[in-house]
Structures are given as C-alpha cells and as structure tokens.
C-alpha cells in the first residue's frame, strides 16, 4: 500500500515559495508569534499599487531607478516605458536590489506616513489594522519583509510576465492592422 507523507508547506509555499517571518510581540500577548509574510498574490496588486504608489516615494524607492522623472513618466511613450521595463526585467537596472533605508520607514511613521503604513501593512498581511497597535519596531521589520518580498516578486516573476503578454496584445493589434489594411 502507498502512503504519502504531508510536508508542512501551506497551499501559499507552493505557489510563492518566498516567505519570510518576522517575530512580533503584540500588545497584552505573553509570548511573542511568528507572523510570515508572503508577497501580494497577484489579484491583490491592482489595489496594492494604491498604496505602493504612496508609501514607495516616502521611503526612497523608484521602480525606475532616478532615470526618470514622474512627470517624464506620464509624458513617455509607450516604447520609452517598455524599453525601460525591459532593462529592470533583464537585470539591466538592479531595481531589486536597493537596499531598504530603515531610517525612512522611521521617519514616514512619525511623519505623515503612519496612517499608509499601516494600512499597506494590514493588506499586504491580510490583518486588520488594530493587530498592529503597540507595535513599532515590528513595523519596520514587518515593512521590510513586504518590501523585499513583493519588489523581488514584481522584478523577477510579474513584470516579464507582464512585459510578454503586452507584447502579445501589440503583435495582435499590429496583425489585426494589418490584415484590416489589405
């Protein structure tokens, strides 16, 4: 008779097998948890990138590397923004790769920052926000386990798979062009 043996991977290791745990103490608890951190599964980005595009600037961080501005963003033509993507996707620009600035998280938490943290943090760990209260120094280490994780999962995994299916909608839309040209 066959048996199978169950490993302790949870449905979430297998399909995002980067994780990371942070150990927390919560306000009133006697013994501290372990709260692991995934990255934002996929159908959690398009609201994710709400607070991403708040919290990102107030801790330093540009998916493009200073090479643009904001508004050269908004102003750039579709190749310019896919040229870019590709270099960060090829490893060209080693957006992955920038160190998180601790200092800058502190400073956004006692700045106008506190509120966005927060809540990006209760999203990205689908907790409420009052599981946070009492908590500072696991803020920060909690932030940099989001961070890590998801800008790692965006560069490496989302962005290539992104970049080919526009590329797919382009080569589509030019042969529908065409073939409606002749």
Known sequence: MNTVQADSKTALDVIFP???SVTIARA????PETLLIYP???QKWKLGFKYIAQVAPMLGFDLFAGT????EIGTASGTELMAKADAIAEGKTDVAAQPVDTQKIYD???GDGFDVIIEFIAFATDKEVAFFDGMYDEIIDIMVAVIELNLNFFVQKLLPKVLAGTRNVVATAQTVRTAAKQ
């Open 18 to 20: 980067d994780s990371r």
């Open 28 to 31: 009133g608890a006697t013994e």
């Open 40 to 42: 934002l599964p996929l």
């Open 68 to 71: 643009m501005t904001s508004e």
């Open 108 to 110: 956004a938490l006692m």
